[in-house]
């Protein structure tokens, strides 16, 4: 997702994804606003509703869209900003409720999981031919030498993919 244009312009792009967004306009333009502001900003377009570091590594998982988006559309109905909403939302089947911040306890996490990996890395997984890469954005897998310069799901950059195997 690289033009963060207009609404309009962003309605359509989404939905060609699959993904639909929320109705009000003046809402999304304002997000989409914030949005090219990080990208003037920082260089990328953090999601403007979390605190982003400047730096490009430590916010691949706030970059729009986050890696959140898509468990958080299937809990509550709309990512943690508001711009995404699912298809029971728009059509009004379901309400919107408080949306909790997944990624304090998504680093929390990493944090104890990379200390407890440290002690298991030297573990054989498998005799694969090729490394197993995940785009951490919509869980696409592919088995590559490198992963795809973008998703060809959601259309995320390759730095947003993290090697499984």
Do not use: H
């Amino acid at each position: 997702m690289s033009d963060f244009a207009s609404y309009d312009e962003f309605k359509k792009s989404t939905e060609k994804s699959g993904y639909f967004i929320n109705e009000d306009k003046d809402f999304v333009q304002a997000l989409l606003d914030s949005i090219n502001v990080n990208i003037d900003r920082y260089g990328y377009g953090a999601c403007p509703c979390r605190l982003a570091s400047g730096d490009k590594k430590k916010d691949l998982d706030i970059i729009c869209p986050c890696n959140y988006r898509d468990s958080d559309l299937n809990d509550y109905g709309a990512c943690f900003c508001g711009l995404y909403i699912s298809e029971e939302v728009l059509k009004g089947e379901k309400t919107l409720s408080s949306i909790p911040d997944r990624r304090i306890s998504t680093l929390k996490a990493q944090k104890s999981s990379n200390d407890n990996n440290k002690t298991s890395a030297n573990k054989e997984i498998g005799k694969l031919k090729v490394p197993i890469y995940r785009c951490l954005v919509c869980g696409y897998l592919c088995g590559r030498e490198q992963p795809p310069g973008k998703c060809p799901i959601c259309k995320a950059e390759s730095e947003r993919f993290e090697q499984l195997l």
